[in-house]
């Protein structure tokens, strides 16, 4: 059963992997409306995934005997620059995800939440792979610049992620 700090940071965790879905989704409607359709795609295999943590995170608490406690979720934005700058902002996004699982895992060992600490390596591990993902991508565009022809290609690139195929 989670320590109470635990526990109440793990019901903030829920919250802020809903947000992540819900940031992704926006994410995926602009790159729509910009007629970027394998971003749109990559993009909402991101929200399905925040989605999946969340729950993860949820069930969690529920088989550990303790309150979930559902706080409302924050309207993203719903305008981006550029699909650089929508890469950009899922990068600095994850980058605040990465920082409140690992503030998680430290109150865990602090707590000796054994249990906690085990589901958590699993968030560690994941955020890893979420920020080298979408820094690959970063570096992709940049490398290719303004060039319409690279950005199609990435495009299409996009479009062939299979649900649950990770970042890339």
Known sequence: MPAKGVAKGINDQVQKEFYAAYLYLAMSAY??????????????MQYEEELTHALRLFD?????????ELKAIDKPALKFGSPL????????????????INGLYEMALEEKNYPAQIMLQWFVN????????????????????????????????????APGGGGE
Do not use: Y
Not at 60 to 68: D, I, M, N, S, T
């Open 60 to 68: 969690f608490l529920l088989e550990a005997g303790e309150k979930v």
């Open 31 to 44: 790159c729509d409306s910009e007629n970027l359709p394998g971003f749109a795609h990559w993009l909402r």
């Open 85 to 100: 700058d929508v890469l950009k902002a899922s990068l600095a996004h994850e980058k605040k995800v990465t920082a409140s």
């Open 126 to 161: 994941e955020q890893v792979e979420e920020e080298r993902s979408v820094g690959d991508l970063i570096a992709q565009m940049e490398l290719a610049g303004d060039s319409g022809p690279a950005l199609l290609m990435m495009d299409r690139q996009l479009a062939g992620r």
